[in-house]
């Protein structure tokens, strides 16, 4: 073994180590392993930063980003109102999720079908007050077990395809892969239903200060217009959107008649509600009902798109003691007051006539371009920005339809996949499904650069020769063992080599070594590539072997250590039903 090989083995193995120590976070980690591994010379110079432009990069920055319009539009809202709306233990939630992002998998790209099912997740867990992390890895991993279920479903299944059209002129079919790939995945559906506990509860790691802002209930005043679609409804039904976090506090049907907000009451157009809750509800219930808060107000004076910001009243504020209508803030500065935050006491009169008080937290809409002169003006400080969505406008089934169509195009081979999420990530910008302003606030920094940083350390291996030397001892050692042996042996190596090479190319790299073993062993090929490609498929034990492991990671707040403490079992009871499934589908 030469001294470039025992280097690059030397450099992988710390930089795993410190992932597992967690003392470091994980971007940090792997610019370090980049510079240690240019430092001694198994990357070369000219190849420090070639990472940045692989398509991995790209898929995963795109997907966050479409992802994040998908879950802006609130299309995502209405589906678990009109489809599960009473689905609220977290054990139901996750077989939910996972069933579907399974199955949604085996036809379209796994992380298409992650992308479009996180948005979901993150709303479940705000219904059962629990952390996104307990939904968001074993999603991941139904991903990658979906995969395995059709031809289509994942890249390893298309190049080990290949690998046996060329060696036996015939290629897998479209569900050749299903037999084992539907066993594998309904055994592993079962096991993160029933284990999902192993993995510990996270918070996002990178979440930002105004995640910690204790501003839990607004007030807001939202009007039942011509197309409201809770017009002769109950109130009961208006409420049941916002997830049992909002109560309306007052109707108001006429200048001088107050309805008592009773559950039964049936509501009427031109009924104005005074509504409080968490901003999140507000959103769904003014959303999906339909309702207006800003009237025919229009302030995003010119082609910007209005913006919604948190502002606490200040000491020297002009807003003290006056209110909304009595200083005039629409005709003075083109500001729509959207909602008030009084700690400690609830505000019961109409929005416009509440008298502003030093402290109170006030969310105020207005031209993004215009605001901070505003606020200053106002003597407003502005929070920490996090999105208030209250009183956006939403593009409805655009993102779906943006998300649909990069899949289709991809599924069809019209682009790869690379291209096909780009296009999406762009066309949700180009129709304002994501105002420019939060474009880069939904892509995840640090996991995009672990992952520049990682793919030139990962491909030393195959530089070096080290690969090689691998393949070498595999091949002398699996020649001794039995044929459930030497199959086990090929998927866990396979397993091993996916989190450094990506998965097509651990196919490419462990396929030949599995068709010498059946031709040593006078075998047929066929058990030995799919195990294979199901190794190189299920990459659970860490976040940088699969794209859809990593784009859940900044989300889920996840340690590199905590994949192994799901995937580890994961992967064994993979191993425990494929082997013997593959002897029976495929005779040896």
Not at 351 to 375: E, K, S
Not at 468 to 484: G, K, M, R, V
Not at 566 to 575: E, W, Y
Request: a neutral charge.
């Amino acid at each position: 073994m030469t001294t470039d090989q025992l280097m690059s083995f030397a450099v992988i193995a710390l930089m795993m180590a410190a992932f597992v120590w967690g003392r470091f976070r994980y971007d940090l980690v792997a610019c370090g392993a980049l510079i240690a591994a240019v430092a001694i010379g198994i990357v070369p110079q000219a190849e420090a930063f070639s990472g940045f432009s692989d398509d991995i990069v790209i898929i995963v920055g795109s997907a966050l980003l479409v992802s994040a319009g998908v879950a802006r539009s609130g299309i995502m809202e209405y589906a678990i109102q009109r489809f599960a709306p009473d689905v609220s233990s977290v054990r139901a939630q996750l077989a939910l999720l996972v069933i579907i992002v399974t199955i949604l998998s085996a036809f379209v790209k796994n992380i298409g079908a992650l992308a479009i099912m996180i948005p979901i997740a993150f709303q479940f867990a705000r219904r059962s007050n629990t952390s996104p992390s307990v939904f968001l890895m074993p999603m991941a991993f139904g991903s990658l077990l979906g995969g395995l279920m059709t031809l289509v479903g994942t890249s390893p299944n298309i190049v080990v395809s290949r690998v046996r059209q060329d060696m036996t002129g015939d290629a897998f079919s479209m569900f050749d892969f299903t037999p084992v790939g539907a066993a594998l995945a309904v055994a592993g559906l079962v096991f993160l239903v029933l284990f999902y506990w192993l993995l510990p509860i996270r918070t996002r790691a990178s979440a930002s200060i105004h995640e910690a802002l204790d501003v839990n209930n607004y007030v807001t005043e939202a009007r039942l217009v011509a197309d409201s679609t809770v017009v002769g409804k109950s109130l009961a039904d208006l409420l049941k959107l916002g997830g049992s976090r909002a109560v309306v506090t007052s109707i108001l049907r006429s200048r001088a008649l107050h309805v008592t907000p009773f559950p039964d009451v049936v509501l009427r157009e031109g009924d104005i509600l005074l509504i409080e809750g968490a901003p999140e509800a507000l959103d769904r219930i003014v959303t999906q009902s339909k309702l207006s808060v800003t009237g025919s107000r229009d302030s995003a004076g010119g082609k910007h798109a209005a913006t919604a910001v948190e502002a606490i009243i200040g000491e020297h504020s002009t807003l003290i003691g006056g209110s909304a209508q009595r200083l005039a803030l629409y005709d003075r500065f083109n500001v729509n007051l959207l909602a008030v935050s009084r700690k400690g006491e609830r505000i019961q009169e109409r929005l416009g006539a509440v008298i502003l008080r030093l402290g109170d937290v006030v969310v105020l809409q207005g031209n993004p371009q215009t605001m901070p002169d505003i606020l200053r003006e106002l003597g407003c400080l502005p929070l920490a920005e996090r999105p208030i969505l209250l009183g956006s406008v939403r593009r409805g089934v655009v993102p779906l339809a943006i998300l649909v169509a990069a899949m289709g195009a991809t599924a069809l081979g019209l682009l790869p996949v690379p291209l096909a999420f780009f296009t999406a990530a762009v066309a949700m910008v180009l129709f304002r499904v994501i105002p420019l302003r939060e474009v880069y606030g939904a892509i995840d920094g640090p996991i995009l650069v672990m992952l520049a940083a990682l793919i030139p350390v990962s491909d030393s291996l195959r530089r070096t020769g080290a690969t090689d030397i691998i393949s070498a001892w595999l091949a002398e050692f699996a020649s001794t063992l039995p044929p459930a042996g030497a199959l086990t042996l090929i998927m866990v190596v396979a397993m091993a080599v996916t989190p450094f090479l990506n998965n097509a190319a651990t196919v490419l790299v462990v396929a030949p070594i599995a068709a010498g073993f059946a031709t040593t062993l006078g075998f047929r090929p066929e058990a030995f590539l799919m195990a294979v490609a199901i190794g190189a498929g299920c990459d659970f034990l860490t976040p940088i072997g699969h794209q859809c492991n990593t784009l859940v990671m900044g989300p889920g707040g996840y340690k590199f250590s905590d994949y192994p403490r799901l995937g580890l079992p994961l992967s064994l009871l993979v191993i425990v039903v494929a082997v013997p499934m593959l002897m029976l589908v495929w005779p040896m």
